[in-house]
């Protein structure tokens, strides 16, 4: 079998889906994607400015937040397929295309404290830098994302 087992492609040759992409990252089916993952140069410029903004936490650094904190909040901000396939115990999702427009009514106290992890720690981190721009003070990106947290075998839904 191929090894992008049945994903589909544009008709350009050589294109990959991103949906399909993504659909393969979520199930852990993405053996011959690995190319296709890198990062745009401009992609990687607004994330390590944000980067320079934020704080980030490692996975064990979240989980005992998590712990000692009870008002903490753990968002999921990948994608509906992503959060669909499996996600962090406990975790809320408010993708990064929804998040500034439902963070209010979700979490209106802005000095709650959010820790946000996407699929490798780019998406969150602009994510927090945004949700700092709205007000909210108390703003972590999980370093690694969800690869570090399924990889340390913190528990998943």
């Known amino acids: 079998m191929s090894p992008l087992r049945g994903c589909r492609t544009f008709a350009i040759a050589g294109?990959?889906?991103?949906?399909?992409?993504?659909?393969?990252e979520?199930?852990?089916?993405?053996?011959?994607?690995?190319?296709?993952?890198?990062?745009?140069?401009?992609?990687l410029k607004i994330v390590n400015e944000s980067k320079t903004r934020i704080k980030e936490v490692t996975v064990a650094e979240t989980r005992d937040r998590l712990?000692?904190?009870?008002d903490a909040r753990l968002v999921d901000v990948r994608e509906d397929n992503e959060w669909d396939a499996a996600h962090a115990a406990g975790a809320i999702h408010l993708g990064k295309g929804i998040i500034e427009r439902d963070?209010?009514?979700?979490?209106?106290d802005k000095s709650t404290e959010?820790?946000?992890?996407?699929?490798?720690?780019?998406?969150?981190?602009?994510?927090?830098?945004?949700?700092?721009?709205?007000?909210?003070?108390?703003?972590?990106?999980?370093?690694?994302?969800?690869?570090?947290?399924?990889?340390?075998?913190?528990?998943?839904e």
């Not at 294109?15 to 393969?24: E, G, Q």
């Not at 053996?31 to 890198?38: I, N, Q, T, Y």
């Not at 963070?103 to 209106?108: K, S």
């Open 15 to 24: 294109a990959i889906n991103i949906s399909s992409l993504r659909d393969a």
């Open 103 to 108: 963070i209010e009514a979700t979490v209106p």
């Open 67 to 70: 712990r000692e904190n009870s």
């Open 114 to 156: 959010l820790i946000l992890y996407c699929g490798g720690g780019y998406r969150s981190a602009l994510a927090a830098d945004v949700l700092q721009k709205m007000g909210y003070t108390n703003v972590f990106s999980m370093a690694g994302g969800w690869k570090a947290w399924k990889e340390s075998g913190a528990p998943v």
């Open 26 to 43: 979520s199930s852990g089916q993405t053996e011959g994607f690995a190319l296709a993952m890198k990062h745009s140069e401009g992609f």
